[in-house]
C-alpha cells in the first residue's frame, strides 16, 4: 500500500467483479460517454488515441461505438483486436481504464438501435450508408477511481483534511474484473 493510501483512516478500495464491475462501467458511461479509444498499429507497436463516445453499454458490460469502415482505427483493429478506453469525468473524480478485445461489424439492427441523427455529420447517407460500422469493444479488465459520496463531499473532505493536516480525501478505487 502507498503512503497516502496507508494514511487514508476510511477504506478507499473496492475491487468490483461480475455484475458489479459491470454496474460501476455503465455509471461511468452514462456520465461520462467519451474517452480516448487507443489501439496498436498494424506491427504490434503503439498505435494511436483518439477520442470517442460510448454509446451503449449492455447487459455483459460490452461497449459499443459506431466508426467509418475506411478510418485508421478500423483497420488498426483488423490486425490487432486489442484496445484501450480511458475515460475521465472530471479533473478531481471519475476515472475509469478499460482494457479489451474490439471486433468490428455492420449488424443494421444495432446500427438502427444507436443511431442519432448528428451521425449524419460524418455518414452523409444516413443510418444505411456503407461506411457505418459497429465496433463492439468486450473490457477483460479495468481500474476505476472515483469519490464515494460525490465531488462536494470530497471537496469539503479534502478541505477539512488540509486544514487539520490529515489524509480525508473521498476517493473510492479498484480493479473491474468481468
Known sequence: MDSINANQPENNHQD??????????????????????????????????????????DELGN?????????????ELA???SATLYFQGSAHSEFMHL???????????????LWSFTM?????GGEDDP?????????????YWDTKHGK?????KMLIGAVIGKTLDDSIEGRLDL
Open 16 to 57: 468490483l467483479v461480475g455484475e458489479d464491475a459491470v454496474h460501476k462501467i455503465r455509471d461511468f458511461v452514462d456520465s461520462t460517454p467519451g474517452c480516448f479509444f487507443c489501439t496498436s498499429d498494424a506491427d504490434g507497436g503503439p498505435g494511436d488515441a483518439r477520442p470517442m463516445t460510448a454509446l451503449q453499454v
Open 63 to 75: 461497449l459499443w461505438f459506431i466508426s467509418a469502415s475506411d478510418s485508421l482505427k478500423n483497420q
Open 79 to 81: 490486425a490487432d483486436p
Open 99 to 113: 482494457e479489451g478485445i474490439a471486433t468490428v461489424s455492420r449488424d443494421p439492427v444495432k446500427i438502427k438501435e
Open 120 to 124: 449524419k455529420t460524418w455518414f452523409t
Open 131 to 143: 461506411r457505418v460500422t459497429l465496433i463492439k469493444f468486450a473490457p477483460t479488465y479495468g481500474y
Open 152 to 156: 462536494a463531499v470530497a471537496s469539503v
